[in-house]
């Protein structure tokens, strides 16, 4: 099962096989394309990568769940073979059950087990979690998203959706929690959770954290396209870092992977050694 490290935050290479992922437009739709994507990911660092096929941008159509397993089970099965410790994003329980069934340790599940079966699959696999937080789904969740208070009432649903889980069989210890930056959130809802973070650390369970290339950055830095995200993806990253967060879900990892280490060395210089440049 994936151990996250304890000096820095976990990499997750981010693989979507689908033809309208927001950011990546398609490039790993092919199964070849998207294999060859999450190998030259591991050899950049990342500690786990996340095989999704069906996009949860805003607006994106729901996709069904032959061609959901039609794209993601050779890629799994691919990456499993490599040794990689490999993520399922996938919000349906017959996705999640064949994906663990064939070398996926972890579910990512952006609606938290809305499916009702979703957690006992888990339970069952005896993989780890990632309850992730969304207002709404996909298709709605930009239209009008609202919030009294947008912390405590993440956190409320993430507290209520880990006791799910534990009612369901899976042990604590196997559970990850995500405040879903960008999923029926405002951008001024994802400033408040960004600053935030601390309070989602302080529950024990470690937090995901998915900000790469979102809107939100854009928004943050001035309105720049989503090519152009990557120096403010890595200020938020480098950022949560320092709040302790667990897991970083990243694009580019290379990039990513670098500005961790150096943030590791500074934020934990005791635990810094030399390595041959």
């Known amino acids: 099962m994936p151990m996250l490290p304890i000096d820095r935050p976990a990499l997750m290479g981010i693989v ?13 739709f092919r199964v070849e394309d998207a294999i060859a994507s999450g190998l030259r990911m591991l050899a950049e660092g990342a500690d786990i990568l996340d095989v999704g096929g069906e996009s949860t941008r805003p607006g994106a159509d729901p996709v069904s769940i032959e061609e959901e397993l039609r794209r993601v089970i050779p890629v799994i099965e691919a990456f499993a073979a490599h040794g990689a410790t490999v993520s399922i994003d996938t919000r349906k329980s017959a996705v999640a059950k064949q994906a663990v069934s064939v070398g996926a340790q ?74 879903g930056i960008g999923f029926g959130k405002t951008p001024m809802h994802n400033l408040q959770l960004l600053h935030n973070l601390s309070k989602f650390v302080d529950t024990g369970y470690p937090v995901l954290l998915g900000v790469s290339r979102k809107s939100s950055i854009g928004a943050f830095a001035g309105g720049v396209p989503v090519d152009q995200r990557l120096p403010g993806t890595l200020a938020a990253q480098v950022l949560a870092q320092a709040a302790g967060v667990r897991i970083v879900r990243a694009h580019d990892v290379k990039e990513a992977r670098q500005a961790i280490d150096v943030a590791a060395a500074i934020l934990r210089p005791s635990s810094f050694s030399m390595r041959p440049a």
């Open 16 to 28: 979507n096989v689908t033809p309208d992922s927001f950011s990546e437009q398609g490039l790993n």
């Open 106 to 179: 972890i579910v990512n599940d952006v609606t938290a087990f809305e499916d009702p079966e979703m957690a006992s699959v888990c339970a069952e696999a005896g993989c780890h979690v990632c309850l992730m937080h969304i207002q709404g789904s996909p298709q709605t969740m930009q239209a009008n998203p609202t919030y009294e208070d947008v912390v405590a009432e993440v956190l409320a649903f993430l507290e209520s959706r880990i006791e799910r889980a534990k009612n369901a069989g899976i042990a604590p210890e196997r559970i990850w929690i995500d405040p």
